[in-house]
């Protein structure tokens, strides 16, 4: 099959810094083309990932991060560029209406982030002409009104992955967040949590916006010390230094996740996964083999004194099962063969 991919133009592919999305197009464009399938990413002009590519934009929009501008300028061209294939996975929000300039070409969408009253609206009418995919069960009882064809978890490729024992750094042990600089994604907890179990955290997160610096400024600069550290943005390769290093993931979320990529890639350095259970965390977390799904901080913070029990060799066998880049190219592609049969 002749397969395009039409990725946000928001960050390169893959993602240098922060980016879930853009990891999970990466994963998909690698795997399809590994499959034997003719790929073409439709992308930005700094994006690496070894397929065929595409581009208008010469670098990623990141400072202009959702504007209406950028975002179509990107999708006008992406769809005369793709216009011949035999089917199109558009990951913008704009593409997938513009799509109806198309009617010969089958277009599918997977909507990556929570569905609010907007999006709701918007993807209940998109979904009686373009097939959308849900990244989680919890996404997709979200929004009962909106028509889901297909629910596909994310996977990784596990070997692309370093297996660490959770041994720390150079000053000892340590419990990583990794994440956004941002209330939902719950820093100021995971601070109150690796403090009340005595152990020490390592803050790794994006903040770039103006929200997120206030939230920054507010709720969790004041609380720094020896014993939680905040790092910064880090680029890939010392994000998976971190993830093989921590003895636990802390993700002590407090809205309805979509999915939540840094579970599956800390499980796939062998690092368990501590999680409130809210959004898609209890269909990633299975609770006493991959980490805890814990109610509150306090049992999160106890849960650290039995991350012991949990295998780090099983966290990262169940990524290289279940939640492989191979078990999600594979569920893609037979939805990409109905829907060009159709």
């Known amino acids: ?5 039409v990725a946000p133009p928001w960050a390169p ?8 999305i853009e990891a999970v197009v990466d994963e998909l464009a690698r795997g399809i083309h590994a499959a034997g399938h003719d790929v073409t990413l439709f992308t930005t002009g700094d994006s690496t990932c070894p397929v065929d590519k595409k581009f208008v934009l010469d670098r990623a929009e990141g400072m202009r991060i959702g504007m209406a501008v950028p975002e179509l300028r990107h999708v006008l061209h992406a769809y005369e560029a793709l216009a011949d294939h035999d089917i199109v996975h558009d990951h913008t929000v704009m593409g997938p209406f513009h799509s109806e300039h198309y009617p010969d070409l089958p277009v599918v969408t997977t909507i990556h982030g929570p569905f609010n009253e907007e999006l709701t609206d918007l993807y209940g009418a ?7 995919l849900a990244v989680s069960h919890s996404q997709q009882r979200s929004a009962p009104e909106v028509p889901i064809a297909r629910v596909i978890h994310h996977g990784v490729d596990a070997s692309r992955f370093p297996y660490g024992e ?6 000892g042990p340590y ?21 009340k179990a005595g152990r020490r955290l390592l803050i790794a997160a994006k903040m770039r916006e103006a929200w997120e610096i206030e939230y920054f400024e507010r709720d969790v600069k ?11 943005e880090v680029s890939h390769e010392r994000k998976l230094e ?8 802390l993700f002590p979320i407090r809205w309805e996740e979509p999915f939540g990529m840094v579970m599956i890639e800390a499980m796939a350095c062998g690092t368990p996964v501590l999680a409130f259970p809210e959004g898609a965390a209890p269909e990633v977390v299975e609770h006493g083999r991959t980490g805890f799904l814990c109610e509150d901080e306090s049992a999160m913070a106890a849960a650290l004194d039995r991350i012991g029990e949990i295998s780090r060799a099983e966290c990262r066998r169940v990524v290289e099962g279940y939640f492989s880049a191979e078990r999600m190219v594979r569920e893609h592609l037979e939805l990409y063969e109905e829907l060009a049969r159709r």
């Open 1 to 5: 099959m002749r397969i395009g991919i």
């Open 13 to 20: 592919i893959p993602p240098s810094l922060y980016g879930g």
């Open 126 to 132: 998109l979904g009686r002409r373009v097939p959308i």
């Open 166 to 171: 959770g041994t720390g750094d150079d000053d």
């Open 175 to 195: 419990v990583l967040f990794l994440g956004r600089m941002a209330p939902d994604k719950g820093a100021h907890r995971a601070i109150a949590v690796a403090r």
């Open 222 to 232: 004041p609380h720094l010390g020896a014993d939680a550290i905040y790092l910064g």
């Open 242 to 249: 971190l993830l093989a290093g921590a003895q636990a993931l």
